[in-house]
């Protein structure tokens, strides 16, 4: 055969293998073994004795895959990349140069080469003992003609004499033709892999939230449920799939799946708007039902909307939660509205002695005088009856509290988390709160303190029922020989004509202007004032109208308590 004819057969030959290698580098999807397949194509294509890979990696080329017959080196057993350092995007490398220009080198001996002197094939040889002849070196462009990697081959061999040869044009060409392959492939790679990675964290996001999440075609039905939406539907969530979500919503309804039926969710599935429910049911396999909060979210596709997402929540716990406190608010309202009552009665049933008093002496003087008499015996005896119910009443009110060393922040801080519970407070109204760490403790009966506070605490929220903005302020410290509360709010304030009834009995300025608001019973501030002033604690007020209120309580720090015998005292006519 003509050395022409060989050369185009065999070229022909060589083409043939090209495409076929193209085939098989589209379909590897291990990047890795990829790399290693187009290195190992590409010195059989140029029958080279040795080659290098690199990617490019933050403006640096990394070293992915190395080859060498002659030191006897493969990506299996032979030479590590592993700890070879990166290579600068710069001309002091051929490698570098041409990821940095996207030049194809060709170069039949880096020793005797005027156009480029590369110092790093001399000093790979004087570590490995090798000696490096011809170059070729192909930058790997991508479609938008970013080098992404560098295809390095190294010593051309004559497929006779097994001498070093250069690089012709035809390996020239078709290198080029690899490479432009190869880039395609390794793209791919990486775009198949970051979607794998992308779908195992989105699945690990799924299978970890706390929320059932599920998603809905354009029709409703359901294209993917996570664990917690299975668990609480009691489902199993392959079978979730392709269910219409008209089933967890409106079992019993006689309406079709995707009319809408005036159902949000379908809103957000077919009109493409968010909707935010808390006032709905799901609906569990077994035929019982829970109470959610859920957001729907429309899937647009362009400007249609294609289904949409459903994160909800079962709130049944909260509901429950929110049941009792109210049911302990209302029972706390109660309890201080009696306690307070209870303190005004026997205050009453105290001052009852003095007249009583008088019947009972006129009533035996006239019992001795008049004898005949059998009225006056029965007024004596009903009289005497009754100061025995009133001393009973009064040796079960002056029965002493213990007493113990309270820490007032601790107080402060239990009062508030308890105002917390209340979702209204906790997200509409802003908290400054500033405890000093120096406040001491003070020795008195936990309940009386934390009344005090409470009735501060809760008349500081309602004043700002019709309020905006919604700030509360508490602020303790410590001054010499007093423990100092304050109480800021910004509510409504009190008139000045007002201040003088403040501490009145049944006397209150709690009112409501949208008449929604709760109306005060007049008794908290009466009662803080009866807890504190036997133990020459000081209230002081300062208030301005729209403006808002502060409380402020000073605090004897050596003892403070309750002893309800002294409260009565202070009530009597003389006291």
């Known amino acids: 055969m003509a050395p022409d004819n060989q050369r185009d057969s065999e070229l022909r030959g060589r083409l ?40 490019v990696h933050d403006n640096e080329l990394t070293f992915e895959v190395a080859h060498n017959d002659s030191l006897d080196t493969s990506a299996e057993d032979g030479l590590k990349t592993d700890d070879i350092p990166p290579v600068p995007i710069s001309g002091n490398s051929a490698s570098g140069y041409a990821a940095m220009t996207g030049e194809v080198l060709n170069i039949a001996d880096v020793y005797d080469n005027p156009k480029h002197q590369f110092g790093t094939p001399k000093t790979y040889d004087q570590m490995t003992g090798y000696h490096t002849k011809s170059m070729l070196v192909v930058p790997m462009e991508d479609h938008e003609k970013r080098v992404i990697g560098v295809l390095q081959l190294i010593n051309a061999l004559d497929p006779d004499s097994r001498e070093t040869v250069s690089f012709s044009s035809d390996d020239e060409e078709l290198t080029v033709s690899l ?23 989105n699945q690990m996001i799924l299978n970890t939230a706390g929320e059932g999440i599920f998603g809905l075609d354009s029709d409703g039905g359901l294209t993917f449920a996570n664990p917690a939406a299975a668990d609480m539907l009691g489902w199993p969530a392959v079978e979730l799939v392709s269910q219409s979500h008209h089933q967890l919503c409106h079992p019993d309804s006689d309406t079709q799946p995707n009319s809408g039926c005036g159902c949000p969710i379908m809103a957000s599935c077919i009109q ?27 899937i647009r596709e362009g400007d249609d909307p294609g289904g949409a997402v459903v994160v909800f929540r079962d709130v049944t716990d909260e509901r429950r939660a929110e049941d009792k406190r109210r049911s302990m608010e209302r ?195 009466y009662t803080v004032q009866q807890l504190l002033k036997p133990y020459d604690a000081e209230v002081e007020v300062n208030s301005e109208l729209g403006v808002g209120t502060t409380f402020r309580v000073k605090i004897p720090a050596e003892t403070i308590g309750l002893d309800i015998g002294d409260v009565l005292d202070s009530l009597t006519p003389d006291g």
């Open 331 to 525: 029972h706390l309202i109660q309890s201080e509205r009696m306690a307070s009552v209870g303190i005004v009665t026997a205050g009453i049933v105290h001052n009852l002695r003095n007249p009583l008093s008088v019947v009972l002496g006129h009533s035996e003087l006239m019992q001795s005088e008049h004898p005949e008499i059998d009225d006056v015996g029965q007024i004596f005896s009903a009289a005497q009856q009754m100061a025995q119910m009133i001393e009973d009443v009064l040796a079960k009110s002056r029965q002493k509290k213990t007493r113990e060393d309270v820490r007032v922040n601790d107080l402060m801080q239990r009062e508030l988390d308890f105002l917390r519970a209340d979702q209204s407070f906790k997200h509409d109204v802003e908290q400054d709160i500033r405890l000093a760490p120096d406040v001491p403790a003070v020795e008195c009966a936990y309940s009386d303190l934390s009344q005090v506070v409470g009735n501060l605490l809760r008349n500081a929220v309602q004043a700002m029922h019709d309020q905006e903005p919604k700030k509360l302020s508490v602020v303790t410290e410590a001054i010499t020989g007093f423990v100092v509360i304050e109480v800021t709010d910004t509510g409504c304030g009190i008139a000045e004509s007002d201040m003088p009834k403040l501490f009145q009995p049944f006397f209150s300025g709690k009112t409501s202007k949208s008449g929604d608001g709760e109306e005060g019973t007049g008794l908290g501030l």
């Open 179 to 201: 490479a432009s392959q190869a880039s395609v492939a390794v793209n791919n790679v990486r775009l198949i892999e970051e979607t794998r990675r992308l779908n195992r964290r």
């Open 16 to 55: 043939r293998r090209l495409n076929e290698i193209g085939v098989a580098l589209s379909l590897e999807h291990d990047l890795t073994a990829l790399l290693d397949r187009i290195l190992t194509e590409a010195r059989r294509f140029t029958r080279a004795d040795a080659g290098t890979l690199y990617l």
């Open 272 to 298: 493409g708007v968010e909707e935010r429910r808390s006032d709905e049911v799901f609906w569990r396999r077994d035929g019982t039902s829970f109470p959610v909060d859920y957001v729907a979210t429309p």
